[in-house]
């Protein structure tokens, strides 16, 4: 069974910062793009940022280029986002997904989400 599972939620302050991950259980997604999306209350989810699978090509929605950053650990079935300068409107669950298509469109898997909090 394939599970996605994200770590590293939780409430900050306008300004700060949060780190997350997501391992990958149950199938390698090595040769895969992965990447996050998020939802907001009441908005669609959308595409955040993705990686290729050597971790030399990474891509970002324009709300977040300039302050957040994803890696991948190929080898451990790893990613993570590196979120600074995080504002109030970047509130919203987080989810993992792969394998994400050449055109930032989901895959069939995704984790449960991880809520994200931007508030003084």
């Known amino acids: 069974q394939v599970q996605l599972v994200e770590s590293g939620g939780g409430l900050v302050q306008p300004g700060g910062s949060l780190r997350l991950s997501c391992v990958a259980f149950g199938r390698s997604f090595s040769r895969d793009d992965m990447g996050w999306y998020r939802q907001a209350p009441g908005k669609e989810r959308e595409f955040v940022a993705g990686?290729?699978?050597?971790?030399?090509?990474?891509y970002y929605d324009s709300a977040v280029r300039g302050r957040f950053t994803i890696s991948r650990d190929r080898a451990k079935n790893i990613i993570y986002l590196q979120m600074n300068s995080l504002k109030p409107e970047d509130t919203a669950v987080y989810y993992c997904?792969?394998?994400?298509?050449?055109?930032?469109?989901?895959?069939?898997?995704w984790g449960p989400g991880v809520q994200v909090t931007v508030s003084s």
């Open positions: 990686i290729g699978m050597y971790g030399g090509l990474d």
């Open positions: 997904n792969a394998p994400i298509s050449a055109d930032k469109r989901p895959g069939n898997y």
